[in-house]
T-cell receptor, first 113, second 112 residues
């Protein structure tokens, strides 16, 4: 079946621009996660949704980062006033129930110039 | 979540078994051991997980020591496509924090 999809796959932004990254989880999956992966590092947790409720946003690095999942399926990660240190791969994962194995999308590579 | 320790890198010959070690000496009784791998420019791929007993699936086998302080992921017949960064993670599976805490992982290179 279809896995987790993310769009765009690549995004180049000028410093100060706002960006929106989309995640389509596996259909019916309850949990959705966002991770950030800097070059040469393992993924780091950003935020977690159970259906439409954002239960953990402890990993969001600043108030410029905002995530939503209004109908409990598709999620958007928004970064306002992007800075060079935001350059990374942003990964989305979903799992069918709580708790369960997480399945990852291909990621969005964000480059801030 | 308990921390894990893995070698930085390992080489393996194509067709041979690859044995990937992981230490998790501070693991708690309710923490599972998960293995993921990440091939260049792709998202992490789930491989296998276990609590106490050894586990096997179509991808790999997971051997967990009796004291649960270490484990080994076994790829029985490594292929060039198994070249990737492998992450060993321990995680509580009782609700609450669901996040995965990744380390730097171990780079496995399968050589022809």
């Amino acid at each position: 079946g279809a896995g987790v999809s993310q769009s765009p796959r690549y995004k180049v932004a000028k410093r100060g621009q706002d960006v929106a990254l989309r995640c389509d989880p596996i259909s019916g999956h309850v949990s959705l996660f966002w991770y950030q992966q800097a070059l040469g590092q393992g993924p780091e947790f950003l935020t977690y949704f159970q259906n439409e409720a954002q239960l953990d946003k402890s990993g969001l690095p600043s108030d410029r980062f905002f995530a939503e999942r209004p109908e409990g399926s598709v999620s958007t990660l928004k970064i306002q006033r992007t800075q060079q240190e935001d350059s990374a791969v942003y990964l989305c994962a979903s799992s069918p129930r709580v708790p369960d194995t997480q399945y990852f999308g291909p990621g969005t590579r964000l480059t801030v110039l | 979540d308990a921390k894990t320790t893995q070698p930085t890198s390992m080489d393996c010959a194509e067709g041979r078994a690859a044995n990937l070690p992981c230490n998790h000496s501070t693991i708690s009784g309710n923490e599972y051991v998960y293995w993921y791998r990440q091939i260049h420019s792709q998202g992490p791929q789930y491989i296998i997980h276990g609590l106490k007993n050894n586990e096997t699936n179509e991808m790999a086998s997971l051997i967990i020591t009796e004291d649960r302080k270490s484990s080994t992921l076994i790829l029985p017949h490594a292929t060039l496509r198994d070249t990737a960064v492998y992450y060993c993670i321990v995680r509580v599976d009782q609700g609450g924090s669901e996040k995965l805490v990744f380390g730097k992982g171990m780079k496995l290179t399968v050589n022809p």
